[in-house]
């Protein structure tokens, strides 16, 4: 029983880092109807910042405060993604207002090959580490109650904490807020939302920058357990079956289908990997997804679609 409740906490604890990269994935469809696969490439460019101007900072200062230099080159990335924010939608998103979403949606897949290139462009193509704290020991709770208790990653539950937390900020500014408003009523209808006066084209920033940040927490978070290197863009886009699972509008949905689909992955990798030879983690999701998409596109949680005639 403290094996499987071992895994099963693993398996949530994966999960919490796979809903950090999907909730990019909602974020941007909230607000724009169309799928982002740049998500994957901000979180690559978001750690990369983090990691080079951390060490630069952190050399500056002789070494002697890497709290400050953390703290500093966080504000610094995040203002950097603001950037992006602004030059996606001023050269971008502006030029393709009202148009197909299967064009806003190869716009996403060139802005994700345009920021791998400025990325390796201005911080290198080696892979950096992230060093903002977090415990890497694992601690063994309910020795108690199982033999040889159960071994917990303390560096997993952190960035589960910290996921946790980013998901109710993120549920409370799109439903309690007045921006978070406008943006649902932009990805409802944008023509509609310019006719009350919401300015599409700021909604659109602060919505790419709200994702920039979450892909900056979550490039921290993985940069710090993996390192940063240039698979972390792909490595991204493992989320893409959470998104399908929780629905590509929904929140909370992201955060069940990171949970569901961690667990399952875990479990199934020590249950069933020895029957069917091995590797079953890395396409158990993707098999989950389809079964999904044939009998529940739209997720757990996302809405169903109904068209009248």
Same mark, same amino acid.
């Given at each position: 029983?403290?094996?499987?409740?071992?895994?099963?906490?693993?398996?949530?604890?994966?999960?919490?880092? =796979? @809903?950090?990269?999907?909730?990019?994935?909602? !974020?941007?469809?909230?607000?724009?109807?169309?799928?982002?696969? %740049? &998500?994957?490439?901000?979180?690559?460019? +978001? %750690?990369?910042?983090? @990691?080079? /101007?951390?060490?630069?900072?952190?050399?500056?200062?002789?070494?002697?405060? /890497?709290?400050?230099?953390?703290?500093?080159?966080?504000?610094?990335?995040?203002?950097?993604?603001?950037?992006? @924010?602004?030059?996606?939608?001023?050269?971008?998103?502006?030029?393709?207002?009202?148009?197909?979403?299967?064009?806003?949606?190869?716009?996403?897949?060139?802005?994700?090959?345009?920021?791998?290139?400025?990325?390796?462009?201005?911080?290198?193509?080696? *892979? =950096?580490?992230?060093? *903002?704290?977090?415990?890497?020991?694992?601690?063994?709770?309910?020795?108690?109650?199982?033999?040889?208790?159960?071994?917990?990653?303390?560096?997993?539950?952190? +960035?589960?904490?910290?996921?946790?937390?980013? #998901?109710?900020?993120?549920?409370?500014?799109?439903? =309690?807020?007045?921006?978070?408003?406008?943006?649902?009523?932009?990805?409802?209808?944008?023509?509609?939302?310019?006719?009350?006066?919401?300015?599409?084209?700021?909604?659109?920033?602060?919505?790419?920058? #709200?994702?920039?940040?979450? @892909?900056?927490?979550?490039?921290?978070?993985?940069?710090?357990?993996?390192? #940063?290197?240039?698979?972390?863009?792909?490595?991204?886009?493992?989320?893409?079956? *959470?998104?399908? /699972?929780?629905?590509?509008?929904?929140?909370?949905?992201?955060?069940?289908?990171?949970?569901?689909?961690?667990?399952?992955?875990?479990?199934?990798?020590? =249950?069933?990997?020895?029957?069917?030879?091995?590797?079953?983690?890395?396409?158990?999701?993707? #098999?989950?997804? !389809?079964?999904?998409?044939?009998?529940?596109? &739209?997720? /757990?949680?996302?809405?169903?679609?109904?068209?009248?005639?």
């Amino acid at each position: 029983m403290g094996f499987f409740l071992e895994t099963v906490i693993g398996g949530l604890m994966s999960g919490m880092l =796979y @809903a950090l990269v999907a909730l990019g994935f909602v !974020l941007i469809f909230k607000a724009s109807g169309v799928f982002n696969f %740049a &998500q994957g490439a901000m979180v690559l460019i +978001a %750690a990369l910042a983090m @990691a080079r /101007l951390s060490g630069w900072i952190d050399g500056w200062l002789g070494g002697q405060s /890497l709290w400050l230099a953390n703290l500093l080159a966080f504000a610094l990335s995040a203002a950097f993604m603001w950037l992006i @924010a602004v030059l996606v939608e001023r050269w971008v998103l502006r030029h393709l207002v009202n148009q197909e979403a299967t064009t806003l949606l190869m716009a996403t897949i060139g802005i994700s090959y345009f920021l791998d290139g400025i990325g390796q462009i201005l911080f290198g193509s080696s *892979v =950096y580490s992230i060093d *903002v704290g977090m415990p890497k020991d694992p601690v063994i709770i309910l020795d108690s109650m199982f033999e040889g208790g159960v071994l917990v990653s303390l560096e997993d539950l952190t +960035a589960a904490v910290v996921a946790a937390v980013l #998901v109710a900020a993120l549920a409370f500014f799109f439903q =309690y807020t007045t921006v978070g408003r406008a943006l649902r009523a932009v990805a409802d209808d944008h023509q509609a939302a310019q006719s009350v006066g919401i300015p599409l084209n700021r909604i659109w920033v602060v919505v790419w920058t #709200v994702a920039g940040l979450v @892909a900056l927490v979550t490039g921290i978070v993985w940069g710090s357990k993996f390192g #940063v290197q240039f698979t972390l863009s792909t490595a991204a886009l493992r989320a893409l079956p *959470v998104v399908i /699972l929780g629905g590509l509008t929904s929140v909370p949905g992201a955060i069940v289908g990171g949970l569901i689909i961690g667990v399952g992955e875990k479990l199934s990798e020590v =249950y069933l990997g020895p029957f069917v030879g091995g590797g079953i983690e890395i396409w158990f999701a993707y #098999v989950l997804a !389809l079964v999904f998409l044939l009998f529940r596109p &739209q997720g /757990l949680f996302g809405e169903k679609i109904i068209d009248r005639v």
